[in-house]
């Protein structure tokens, strides 16, 4: 069978099956207008010249399997029938098509639009819910609530405006405002800042429960309680004699000097009932404790000696006591000697407005003697009824309040108080605080050294178990809340360091380079001493030394004996190492030996005082003195070959001495200053002439020395200075 009817067979097959006629054999042949129907769904057909074709005309043979492909509505059964194998000829695309989509691309021309997918329908909601990115410009400036508190760094403020540190600085130094990232800025700084660049300024207060300072204590509803006497007078006037006496104790022999260093307190047993005697020193140097001794004392004795009658130091104790509005009774001591004259003391206080009673004042005047005691009895009634008079009363329940009045650091014990209970009832395993530090009472003694379960108003008492030494005249109080007592001890101390850091910033100007303070010698000093009391005295005078050339820092200061760490630092520092009734241990002594360091150990403080003057006076530059010995006017010149221009010249004032500096006027005015080279006397050398002499003068270096010149000899001595 050829081809031709094999296609023939097959097409009338085809036919009859589409027709649904069951009878076989029967070939109908028909002539039907092909229509090309895309197999896939998305295909197109670009040629539409295959899909109009005339009738009449004649398909090719591989044309007929296509179309009879394409008629059929399966795929399947169009790949069964196609029979040619040949790889059909890649479709032509129309240059102008072609054309007309790449202009589409290269003008970004938007696509033809998709349809909608059912399924899809949140997609685009979520599309336009999204933003276009996660940040968004400001419309308007951000102002924001910056907290201010009493100090704080310019970084923190920085931090709190959203600010650079540099931008922050650069703006305050428009301001006028000149500081460093790490330092403190006051409360009024701070704010002004905070409005200039725009923000809220919120003031925030300490919620720290601030503890009053030491006051007296006036309660009416507590229970009797033993008065407060604080002894204060001049120096050696016998104030710890008398307490001596009262106490039957020998404290003056134990002092260095025979002078009190520190406040004692002591509580002491009378005829009376009992009394808390404060013993506070007499020499200038201790001008706070005494200040302290008034502010926290109910009565005031003054003791004043009636051989030497007021000082300096008796003036300063009036003072205090009517500061603290404290009633002062005064006591004459010393009656027995030969040259006493108690009325010259009451003349001279009285004219410091203390008068005596007898003379219509309101002033308690008793003549004592501490020595054989003579009127302490009197004295001790005076005290009781002045007492009375101001009906002392305190709480003996519930928590204590006190002031320091002395402190020291123990090898064995640590950090040890001595505290005044002024409310209230103190015991063992009390958790306290004490200006910066806190702690736990781990132990309580009385003056005696005795150990005591509690101690109530009026009492002086020694406790043991404080974080460090407290600073005299810090206020105690006794709590349960050992947190609440960490956290206020912890901000104190911490607002102590911002303080302390202020005071050591200098601030630097353009006008304060050329400031010849920034020239001035300083010496180092490191000091320890044995209470915090008299370090507090000593670091006050040394302070109160000033000289225009030389002056002094302490780098460090604090109580115990000196130690390795205290060496180290003052190597570093290239300090003066001074110890005030404390001695520096073993390593510390190697360590200043190694390198030289300057070590003294002082029991006096007015010893000290001198000693540390002595030092700054051996800094300073001596002071040169002029002193003219000598005129002479020239009266003619002569010249030498060997010694140049020879003034011949005539004494008119002083002596003309050789080798000393001169001076050449013309006219008062100074032309020349050198030495004397040569002095001749008729042809001899001679060291001196006298006024009305004649004699020749040679000028060292200067030949244009001419007749009615004057020669003003002078002399310079150095004077030492002292501080």
């Known amino acids: 069978m050829s081809e031709k009817d094999n296609i023939k067979l097959k097409t009338d097959t085809l036919s009859t099956r589409k027709s649904g006629s069951p009878a076989l054999g029967v070939h109908v042949k028909r002539k039907r207008k092909i229509i090309a129907k895309p197999a896939i769904k998305d295909q197109k057909i670009n040629d539409t010249s295959v899909v109009e074709k005339k009738e009449n005309s004649r398909p090719s043979e591989d044309k007929i399997a296509t179309t009879k492909s394409i008629t059929n509505e399966s795929p399947k059964i169009s790949e069964a029938y196609v029979i040619d194998n040949k790889t059909p000829k890649k479709q032509k695309i129309d240059k102008d098509e072609k054309i007309e989509k790449l202009e589409n691309k290269e003008l970004h021309l938007k696509l033809p639009k998709q349809k909608k997918d059912k399924n899809n329908k949140n997609k685009s909601d979520i ?7 996660k940040f968004e410009k400001p419309t308007e400036p951000i102002k924001r609530d910056v907290k201010i508190s009493q100090s704080m760094t310019v970084a923190e403020l920085a931090n709190q405006m959203a600010l650079k540190n540099t931008d922050l600085i650069a703006k305050m130094m428009s301001l006028g405002v000149m500081a460093t990232v790490n330092q403190s800025l006051d409360e009024d700084t701070a704010v002004l800042i905070t409005e200039e660049i725009g923000h809220n300024p919120v003031i925030v207060k300490d919620n720290e429960d601030e503890i009053t300072a030491p006051t007296k204590i006036k309660i009416t509803d507590g229970q009797p309680r033993a008065p407060i ?33 520190h406040i004692g307190a002591y509580r002491v047993k009378t005829n009376n009932g009992e009394i808390a005697f404060l013993d506070t020193p007499g020499h200038a140097a201790f001008t706070s404790m005494r200040a302290r001794g008034a502010q926290v004392t109910d009565i005031v004795i003054l003791v004043v000696s009636a051989d030497d009658g007021v000082m300096p130091q008796t003036e300063e104790a009036i003072e205090h006591a009517r500061a603290a509005n404290v009633p002062l009774i005064v006591a004459i001591n010393k009656i027995d000697k030969e040259n006493a004259d108690q009325e010259k003391v009451k003349n001279d206080l009285a004219a410091k407005n203390v008068i005596p009673e007898e003379w219509g004042g309101d002033t308690i005047f008793i003549p004592i003697s501490a020595l054989t005691g003579e009127g302490v009895d009197a004295l001790l009634d005076s005290v009781v009824l002045q007492a009375e008079m101001l009906e002392l009363k305190a709480l003996d329940k519930g928590p204590a309040t006190g002031v320091v009045i002395e402190s020291s650091l123990d090898k064995g014990k640590g950090p040890v108080a001595t505290v005044l209970i002024q409310n209230g009832l103190l015991n063992k395993k009390d958790f306290v605080l004490v200006g910066q530090t806190f702690g736990r009472v781990r132990a309580l003694f009385d003056e005696f050294g005795k150990s005591v379960n509690n101690a109530g108003p009026s009492t ?21 809340d050992e947190k609440k007592v960490k956290d206020i001890a912890s901000s104190r101390e911490k607002k102590q360091k911002e303080i302390d850091m202020q005071s050591k910033q200098k601030n630097f100007s353009i006008e304060s380079f050329g400031n010849s303070a920034n020239n001035k010698k300083i010496i180092n000093y490191l000091i320890k001493t044995d209470v915090q009391g008299s370090c507090e005295a000593i670091i006050s005078s040394l302070k109160s030394i000033e000289n225009p050339d030389v002056g002094l820092e302490i780098i460090y200061s604090g109580v115990g004996g000196i130690t390795e760490s205290d060496i180290n630092l003052a190597i570093s520092a290239q300090a003066h190492v001074i110890g005030f009734n404390v001695r520096a241990d073993s390593k510390a002594k190697k360590l200043i030996e190694m390198n030289d360091i300057s ?23 001596p ?31 002083g002596t003309i001495q050789k080798d000393q500096q001169i001076r050449v006027l013309r006219d008062n005015t100074v032309i020349y200053e050198g030495e004397l080279e040569s002095l001749r006397r008729f042809k001899e050398d001679v060291k001196e002439v006298k006024s009305g002499t004649e004699c020749g003068i040679g000028v060292k270096d200067y030949n244009d020395i001419k007749s009615g010149d004057q020669i003003e000899v002078y002399k310079r001595t150095e004077i030492k200075r002292s501080i």
């Open 623 to 653: 002071e040169v003195k002029e002193e003219i010995i000598g005129i002479a006017t020239v009266k003619d010149v002569f010249r030498s070959s060997k010694l140049g221009a020879i003034a011949g010249s005539i004494v008119i004032e």
């Open 229 to 261: 006497v604080t002894i204060m007078g001049h120096v050696d006037h016998g104030k710890t004699s008398l307490l001596d006496y009262i106490r039957e104790s020998k404290i003056t022999d134990t002092e260095s000097g025979g002078i009190t260093q």
């Open 127 to 133: 599309k336009d819910m999204a933003p276009a990115h």
């Open 460 to 480: 002086p008492v020694v406790l043991t178990g404080l974080s460090a030494t407290p600073n005299v005249g810090d206020q105690l109080i006794s709590t349960d």
């Open 599 to 621: 070590l003294n150990y002082f029991s006096i403080i007015y010893d000290l005082i001198d000693a540390v003057k002595y030092d700054l006076s051996g800094e300073l530059e």
